[in-house]
Nanobody, 116 residues
């Protein structure tokens, strides 16, 4: 059974940093797996924050470019999201997603709250 477990969320002041991790079990990241982070706030649809495929350039939402960095460690089956210069509008539940071999897996989410 595939499980994605996010961690690293929390409460931080504006301008601060957090590093999210997503550890996968029951699956081995393939070279062509797309892994990414999505964010959801109340009343809004889940939106892409950042995504990356091995050997490819990462894709970022315009709102986080220059502040967030996605990375992956295939040996550890883990995806990271380094978030710097956080803003109150970054507040939300962050979900990890893995898209591999025509299957999609989601984590349970981790809350990020940025206070002004």
């Amino acid at each position: 059974q595939v499980q994605l477990v996010e961690s690293g969320g929390g409460l931080v002041q504006a301008g601060g940093s957090l590093r999210l991790s997503c550890a996968a079990s029951g699956i081995i990241f393939s070279i062509n797996a797309m892994v990414g982070w999505y964010r959801q706030t109340p009343g809004k649809q889940r939106e892409l924050v950042a995504a990356i495929i091995s050997g490819g350039s990462p894709n970022y939402a315009d709102s986080v470019k220059g502040r967030f960095t996605i990375s992956r460690d295939n040996a550890k089956n883990t995806v990271y999201l380094q978030m710097n210069s956080l803003k109150p509008e970054d507040t939300g539940v962050y979900y990890c997603k893995v898209d591999q071999n025509f299957r999609v897996y989601w984590g349970q989410g981790t809350q990020v709250t940025v206070s002004s």
